[in-house]
């Protein structure tokens, strides 16, 4: 097993408890270590495996004080840190309102190139840092869309640039164990989603012609719920939902998320497929001033993690 001293990266945890008795804390790759004068005690990178060992001759069971300073010590863990990016492909079906014209929007697969026009430009990324039971994820998609609808008189070409961050907090509430590799986690979800959106639609439809366009941003607060499954040792499943909005202040109407995925783990890699929905409905303003945003974006996405 080897360890690392406190202070060797920004990942490793360790520090010095009560010189007077001792006690060394160190952490690696492969898991922690609490030495204290004559005893060892080596955890996993989970945490959960707890040995002693006595330096002793004959071999003893440690004191009752150092047996607190060990159960302290094995609450010590390294935090995991997931980062992936990935492309998400959507389609998107609803209406948009700008300065009081509304509009139909269908961005759709019908044909490859079309597709490829029509979505421009997309960055999109996850981070998460877990410290079991909780774990702190961020999830930002960036989409540039333009899409092109046929009316009577000519037709109007829409443009989106839109901007998603999801930031929250997740608990774990329960688990069931499989097998000894195999488990069922379920985690309760709390968190917030910030959209910053412009529209800009170019009218050709005499006797409606130039062009009209508004950005607006909002926070929308969210709760939601994420299960992950482990299939077999190195491929698992992961849905999540969430819902918010709630026509707070300045928040959307409504807005919900449906994703799941499947990933398979090769070392410290993953690579991953899923399905993602996500529907906002926000309204603002009236009259020549009326905006609406009132959409479903849902596609496939495939990504790649890293673990460290």
Avoid at 53 to 64: G, V, W, Y
Avoid at 181 to 207: F, M, V, Y
Avoid at 262 to 280: Q, S, T
Wanted: glycine share 10%; charged share 25%; net charge negative.
């Amino acid at each position: 097993m080897s360890f690392k001293r406190h202070g060797v990266g920004p990942l490793i945890l360790g520090f010095a408890l009560s010189p007077a008795f001792g006690l060394e804390v160190l952490a690696g790759e492969s898991g922690s270590r609490a030495r204290f004068d004559a005893f060892d005690l080596r955890l996993d990178r989970s945490g959960r495996t707890a040995e002693y060992e006595s330096f002793l001759n004959p071999p003893a069971e440690p004191p009752a004080f150092a047996r607190e300073l060990f159960s302290q010590v094995t609450s010590l863990r390294t935090p995991e840190v997931l980062a992936a990016l990935y492309l998400w492909v959507p389609l998107m079906d609803g209406d948009v309102t700008v300065k009081g014209f509304s509009t139909d929007v269908e961005v759709g697969y019908d044909e490859i190139s079309e597709m490829l026009d029509e979505i421009r430009f997309g960055i999109m990324g996850h981070v998460e840092v877990g410290f079991d039971p909780w774990t702190a994820w961020a999830d930002l998609v960036y989409l540039s869309i333009e899409d092109e609808n046929n009316v009577r008189n000519g037709e109007i070409e829409s443009r989106f640039d839109q901007v998603i961050l999801d930031i929250g907090l997740a608990a774990k509430v329960a688990q069931w164990d499989l097998s000894q590799d195999r488990k069922i986690e379920l985690e309760g979800l709390l968190g917030t989603r910030w959209n910053s959106l412009e529209l800009d639609l170019d009218l050709q439809a005499p006797p409606l012609t130039g062009d009209r366009d508004q950005r607006h941003d909002w926070w929308d607060f969210i709760l939601g719920a994420r299960v992950k499954a482990d299939l077999t040792e190195k491929l698992n499943l992961v849905v999540r939902g969430d819902f918010g909005g709630f026509d707070w202040g300045s928040s959307s109407d409504s807005t919900w998320q449906l994703a799941g995925n499947v990933n398979y783990e090769f070392g410290r890699w993953i690579a991953g497929l899923g399905y993602r929905a996500l529907y906002i409905d926000y309204d603002r303003g009236s009259g020549n001033q009326a905006f609406e945003y009132d959409i479903l974006i849902h596609g496939p996405f495939l990504g790649v993690g890293y673990r460290f």
